[in-house]
């Protein structure tokens, strides 16, 4: 079974501060890890997928597979960047036919951007 | 360029009234996916259509079904509402990878949401 654990509901730091949301995940397999965001009003968006390797609007997240962890950073918070995130564990189905894969999401984290 | 479109965007029921929530993409994606974002529960998957002429289940299908009806659209209903229902529903369709060599898996797209109560 996959699972995607977030330990921390609500994270509250101030503007300029780093900010780690934490991720961790059970997958008996090679999984592909994902962030999405949600603002406030607006739906679900992907922020990062691990594969790419990117930094998105200063986010970046590196896949440790010994500590199963799959953690969100920026060194410094921007009062834009409060909202809801969400880690997400896709895990590979017999390769990828197209087919669809099954997103395992987290609880969330409400990242909270004090000014 | 609509994407994912979902509704009603809210809706009050009874317990033990029915309705059917309609969802519709215009990306030519085989796969959709309907989620429920409960406060502490994050999203958890109902039910989904890998391709046109499927549905399975996911973690959280009991009391609801699916209908994919063409490969635009995927509806969920609830046939006899109840209070636990009461949440916040997400459609969502899946782009796959351009690179089907490269690895990585693609993207969802969610919709904006409808919100469900049940009284």
């Known amino acids: 079974a996959q699972r995607v654990t977030q330990p921390e509901k609500l994270l509250s730091v101030f503007k300029g501060a780093p900010v780690e949301l934490k991720c961790n995940y059970s997958y008996s397999g090679s999984p592909e890890l994902f962030w999405y965001v949600q603002y406030s009003r607006q739906r679900l968006q992907l922020l990062l997928r691990?594969?790419s390797r990117e930094s998105i609007k200063g986010f970046t997240a590196d896949l440790n597979k010994g500590e199963t962890s799959f953690h969100l950073k920026k060194p410094f918070a921007q009062e834009e960047d409060s909202a809801m995130y969400y880690c997400?564990?896709?895990?590979?189905?017999?390769?990828?036919?197209?087919?669809?894969?099954?997103?395992?999401f987290g609880t969330g984290t409400q990242l909270k951007v004090e000014l | 360029n609509a994407g994912v479109t979902q509704t009603p965007k809210f809706q009050v029921l009874k317990t033990g009234q029915s309705m059917t929530l309609q969802c519709a993409q215009d990306?030519?994606?085989?796969?959709m996916y309907w989620y429920r974002q409960d406060p502490g529960m994050g999203l958890r998957l109902i039910y989904y259509?890998?391709?046109?002429?499927?549905?399975d289940k996911g973690e959280v299908p009991n009391g609801y079904n699916v209908s994919r009806l063409n490969k635009r659209e995927f509806s969920l209903r609830l046939e006899s509402a109840a209070p636990s229902q009461t949440s916040v529903y997400f459609c969502?369709?899946?782009?796959?990878?351009?690179?089907?060599?490269?690895?990585?898996?693609?993207?969802?797209?969610f919709g904006e949401g409808s919100r469900l109560t049940v009284l």
């Open positions: 997400a564990l896709s895990g590979r189905l017999g390769g990828l036919t197209g087919g669809g894969n099954k997103l395992t």
């Open positions: 990306m030519n994606h085989n796969s």
């Open positions: 691990h594969i």
């Open positions: 259509s890998a391709s046109e002429g499927t549905t």
């Open positions: 969502a369709s899946w782009a796959p990878p351009l690179d089907r060599g490269g690895g990585w898996t693609g993207e969802l797209f």
